[in-house]
């Protein structure tokens, strides 16, 4: 995979927003981007004048992790379906 992580983006490419579902690449977890941090309007929050981007991500085990863009994927890197993706018929993939 190519690296295409910013300050705002995934390493596959992909905005990171509120909610994203995200592969942790450093715990090797699956998890989403904490929404608090973006209704939060300092300068260091996400948006900031002074962002750093770095993100908290809680964990589906209930574990939090800061992370940037290069250790976060909306896809696993083995192809593995996310635990809580759902296909048109509402059952897990």
């Known amino acids: 995979m190519i690296d295409r992580s910013d300050k705002t983006h995934t390493i596959d490419g992909v905005e990171i927003t509120a909610g994203l579902r995200v592969f942790n690449y450093y715990d090797w977890k699956w998890g989403a981007v904490a929404p608090a941090q973006f209704e939060r309007k300092g300068p ?43 296909t048109e018929s509402g059952k897990g993939e």
């Open 44 to 86: 260091i929050d996400p948006g900031g004048e002074h962002f750093n981007g770095w993100y908290e991500v809680q964990h589906d085990d209930g574990s939090t992790a800061l992370l940037d863009g290069h250790r976060m994927s909306t896809v696993h890197p083995k192809g593995e379906a996310d635990p809580r993706a759902t």
